[in-house]
């Protein structure tokens, strides 16, 4: 077949705003390393201006109704994949105003650290839209890259030392399954193409069964489910607390928007098949991570754990592998985004101003801040499940989805969860209100710091009372990738 | 204005929790005008639904409907029944009182106020919401304010503060340390039961939810159209029946809740006692009994021994309590027994009784506790044996605690007396057994709270307790008298309310008595 490279103004426009983003992330490379006097939160600042310009661009995309494939159907552009990209920058501008105050601790290279956020959102959001096997092992390893070295970003700390190298050597251990399994799956069908898998819905051989798993195994790593989980109290705990933030929800988001692709649109018509592995995978997840999280004396440690079992929960709308099921794991996202992203900046105020992550340390937080104690009670409660905060619908959501689908015994292990995640919500937040302080000193709060929190809570907040704008969002969506079900 | 009362009577509380959040804690003053203001609105207004409920029209009035998601077949639909109308109208009148009734606390008051408002309007959100969805979001957000409420203002209880330290080590919960008779250790056995018991339900709401085939959680849409299959019945009646229950507190379920009280600020036992607890009997009354006709008639037989179980003894608990607040909460878990039987007989004169009971069983408890919590003000114990005489040192006090324990057997004159009688004459055909044995429980209130008043209020007194004063002129009087004047008003007058519950129960009674005739007669009882 030979290679015939044509591109029409209309890809380009499609490709829009990967190209900005690389525009944008050069710009920074270059205005740090020519002008190594600059102010490091100008970068910030800048960095979040042209996002916030890619967002917007994006937001007109998806009201457009912008899609199509590009080379040859390996790179896909629709509305699923706009959300994803959307919700990609989101985070990262929340991430990147988070993480000024918290740079400061850092002696050097606190200009990279902003070229490197950008090249792991352009990774990403390159995630979001592929369609082929090549363009997802390619994309997954980029993104990841630029995560080595922000998990290990404090030179002068071992446990963040650590964490880079563990996160580097179960990277690479995972990038290889991957690569076998594509490998596999390329051999049995002599295709790469998603859409091409979808077509060939025949008989599964023993290699393409084996192909699908490994591949499963991979990005399980990457969401970080259970069994697949080692990797995530340890990173969590020893990267820069931005970095964990970040690595917390947009990989995350980006890998469903494959896991997506693969199991709804690639093999959804022998859902039977693989249901089961998806409701185990996401019952194991949801109550090992909320049983470990119990005994956790770190707060990192604990957000890690509590994020294992949400996405447990994320799961139980993919085992739904309907249309609902689609929407549900998008909103869900959205609501986890909030209340996620809020918790871990309150982790950084705090941590900015005691150099401690400790459990205990938060005692009587609510004397000596009011605000980031109600902000924490809003996320903890949130993600907790408890109306009229996000996380509540969310769940509501992807219960509701998994329900219709007859999924009842996923939903009653969901709704235990929900109890047993409430104890060490409570907890916490016992310590916050209830328990006294062991030192007065008022905990100040930086106006990057204060956007972001008033930010999250806000969304926590509408999303919880009236997710209407959202929910039709989320239903919009999924509405191409609906059909292909 | 009348086309959105339900939603005055909802927002009021939250529109106060927003204006709060901009008060400073400085303005004392403010916050509490603030806070009476969020109370007043509601009780007015509940007091106009009362008069103007159309009973011979009966069925769902005042409703209010928006479209909240379409997708997910959710409206915000809120109406009222003659079930729901006294409830609400308890509710504002415990959260008015219990403004006043906590004027006194100092620590983060403004943060008092405002949960105690979210926790009013959530109870009162569960009661005006004709959509299941609805019902749930405000029965889960009912909850979690009683964490926070108990955790910080609450107080330990069963002398945990004058246990050795060696004790309180030895009674470390679970891995943190929960002290097993600390406010901490009630708030979260609070939270996690009822969270629990809410999720069962929540179960049971979603299949009801994914079978119907309406892909809606409208209430009314269900009852007329939802085709949930016939064999589910029984067991989703069963998931909401427990679910539910868990708050009402059904005996075995109700170990959280004397705990809880005792742990409690006054104003929150009130409304946790006056209304939380009916959140229960009442979801079981609008989802089970509304929806499932058929699977209640076989059903709620169970509930009417289980009743006894409650009465007897939560009654028996209740008298060999020292701490007042367990006596109280003792006999609150035994009267919700008595509901219990009223909706297990089945019949419009029971069931009226029921939700009649309801009522007047709020506004009892709310004295009783409004009291023991006026005089561990006073004195900072609740130690029965260590206390007595006090009737001398705040004879008005002691006024209204005869009032209120009159009120809680049953005196006639009280609405109580009305309700009580209205249970146990129509139950004496259906469980003439159950009703003898809630005969006696009435003696057994008599035995428990009669020996609680001549511990506290008589005898000779500790001179220790010198120091003690009687109510304030208006602040600490005035809500005691508005609970004692409603709760004999009513029991002079209760006819508008007895229309008004009977244009709710009847039509429930009908549909009950009808699936009755089209199904095989004799169940598992």
């Known amino acids: 077949m030979p290679f015939t490279f044509t591109m029409t103004p209309a890809d380009v426009e499609l490709l829009m705003p990967e190209i900005l983003m690389t525009g944008l992330l050069s710009v920074i490379l270059f205005l740090d390393f020519l002008f190594p006097r600059i102010e490091k939160t100008t970068l910030a600042w800048l960095s979040i201006a042209g996002m916030g310009g890619i967002f917007v661009l994006l937001a007109d995309y998806f009201i457009e109704d912008r899609h199509g494939t590009l080379f040859r159907e390996m790179y896909i552009v629709d509305p699923m994949a706009i959300f994803f990209k959307a919700f990609i920058l989101g985070t990262t501008i929340l991430v990147f105003l988070a993480s000024m105050d918290y740079l400061k601790k850092v002696p050097v290279f606190r200009g990279e650290y902003y070229f490197l956020g950008l090249l792991a959102a352009l990774g990403m959001m390159l995630m979001a839209s592929v369609n082929d096997l090549l363009s997802m092992f390619i994309t997954l390893e980029f993104s990841t890259f630029s995560f080595y070295i922000l998990v290990a970003y404090l030179r002068d700390d071992a446990q963040s030392n650590e964490a880079g190298l563990k996160y580097f050597i179960l990277g690479v251990f995972a990038a290889g399954l991957l690569a076998f399994g594509i490998s596999l799956l390329y051999g049995e069908t002599g295709s790469i193409l998603f859409t091409d898998f979808a077509k060939m819905h025949a008989h599964l051989t023993p290699g393409l069964i084996i192909g699908f798993l490994l591949i499963f195994v991979a990005l399980g790593f990457k969401v970080g489910a259970v069994p697949f989980h080692a990797w995530v109290p340890d990173i969590y705990q020893g990267a820069p607390t931005p970095v964990t933030a970040f690595l917390s929800i947009a990989p995350k988001a980006a890998t469903f928007a494959i896991l997506l692709r693969i199991f709804m649109a690639t093999v959804g018509d022998i859902k039977g098949d693989w249901v089961w592995l998806v409701v185990g995978i996401s019952a194991i997840s949801m109550t090992y991570g909320n049983i470990v999280a119990i005994a956790q004396k770190n707060i990192k440690r604990l957000l890690a754990y509590s994020g294992i079992a949400q996405i447990g929960n994320v799961l139980i709308g993919l085992a739904a592998a309907s249309k609902m099921g689609g929407d549900s794991v998008l909103f869900y996202f959205l609501t986890y985004l909030f209340a996620n992203v809020g918790a871990f900046a309150v982790v950084i105020i705090f941590s900015n101003l005691t150099n401690s992550d400790a459990l205990e340390d938060y005692d009587g937080l609510s004397r000596r801040s009011p605000l980031l104690a109600f902000a924490l009670l809003i996320f903890f409660l949130s993600l907790a499940g408890v109306p009229p905060l996000a996380g509540f619908i969310g769940k509501l959501y992807v219960f509701a989805a998994a329900m219709n689908e007859g999924l009842v015994a996923l939903v009653v292990i969901g709704g235990i969860n929900i109890v047993i995640s409430m104890y060490y919500y409570l907890v916490v937040i016992k310590r916050v209100y209830i328990n006294m302080p062991k030192e007065n000193t008022p905990i100040p709060v930086s106006f990057p710091m204060r956007l972001v929190l008033f930010t999250t809570v806000g969304g926590v907040l509408f999303l919880g009372i009236y997710p209407k704008a959202f929910i039709e969002i989320s239903v919009a969506a999924t509405n191409l990738f609906g059909r292909m079900i | ?525």
């Open chain 2, 1 to 525: 204005m009348t086309d959105h009362i339900l939603s005055i009577i909802l927002f009021a509380p939250f529109v106060g929790v927003v204006l709060l959040l901009f008060i400073p804690n400085e303005k004392p003053l403010l916050v509490r005008t603030v806070a009476v203001i969020a109370g007043l609105v509601p009780t007015l207004a509940s007091f106009y639904l009362l008069y103007h409920y159309d009973s011979a029209a009966g069925g769902y009035q005042f409703t209010e409907q928006y479209v909240w998601s379409k997708d997910l077949g959710i409206s915000f639909f809120l109406g009222v029944d003659g079930i729901s109308i006294p409830l609400v109208l308890a509710s504002s009148i415990l959260l008015f009182t219990g403004v006043f009734i906590s004027w006194h606390i100092e620590d983060r008051a403004k943060e008092f106020y405002a949960f105690l408002l979210i926790l009013a309007a959530a109870t009162i959100g569960v009661y005006v919401s004709l959509d299941l969805f609805f019902l749930y979001f405000f029965y889960e957000m009912s909850v979690l304010p009683m964490y926070v409420l108990l955790g910080i203002w609450g107080s330990h209880t069963k002398g945990y503060l004058e246990m050795a330290d060696k004790q309180k080590r030895d009674s470390v919960g679970f891995i943190f340390n929960f002290g097993s008779n600390s406010k901490e250790y009630a708030a979260m056995k609070l939270t996690l039961f009822l969270s629990a018991g809410a999720v069962v339900a929540l179960i049971a709401i979603l299949i009801i939810y994914a079978t119907s085939g309406l892909h809606t959680f409208n209430i009314v849409e269900l009852q007329a159209h939802g085709h949930v299959p016939k064999h589910l019945h029984d067991i989703l009646f069963l998931l909401i029946f427990f679910g539910f229950a868990s708050i009402a507190p059904i005996w075995p379920l109700h170990s959280w809740s004397p705990v809880g009280h005792a742990a409690a600020p006054a104003a929150v036992s009130m409304l946790h006692a006056g209304v939380l607890m009916k959140l229960g009997h009442f979801s079981i009354i609008r989802v089970g009994y509304t929806l499932f006709p058929e699977a209640t008639r076989e059903w709620m037989p169970l509930a009417a021994i289980l009743c006894i179980f409650s009465i007897v003894y939560g009654g028996l608990v209740a008298y060999f309590q020292r701490d007042t607040k367990y006596v109280i909460g003792y006999s609150s878990s035994s009267h919700m027994g008595y509901v219990f039987l009223g909706m297990a007989s089945l019949n419009v004169i029971s069931m009226t009784g029921a939700v009649l009971y309801m009522f007047a069983h709020a506004l009892a408890t709310g004295m009783l506790f409004a009291i023991a919590g006026y005089v561990y003000d006073q004195t900072h114990t609740r130690d029965i044996p260590s206390l007595g005489g006090l009737s001398a040192k705040m004879p008005f006090i002691a006024g209204i605690f005869i009032v209120a324990v009159a009120a809680s057997f049953g005196l006639p004159l009280t609405v109580n007396f009305i309700g009580e009688l209205m249970i146990l004459v129509g139950s004496w055909n259906i469980y003439p057994v159950q009703t003898i044995i809630a005969v006696l429980g009435i003696g057994l209130t008599l035995a428990y709270l009669f020996r609680m008043m001549r511990g506290v209020f008589y005898g000779p007194m500790d001179p220790h307790y010198a120091h003690v004063h009687d109510a304030s002129p208006f602040v600490d009087r005035l809500p005691l008298l508005v609970m004692a004047a409603t709760s004999i008003y009513f029991g002079l007058f209760p006819s508008q309310f007895i229309h008004v519950i009977q244009a709710g129960v009847t039509p429930l009674i009908a549909a009950i008595e009808g699936a009755q005739q089209l199904s095989q007669i004799g169940g598992p009882f």
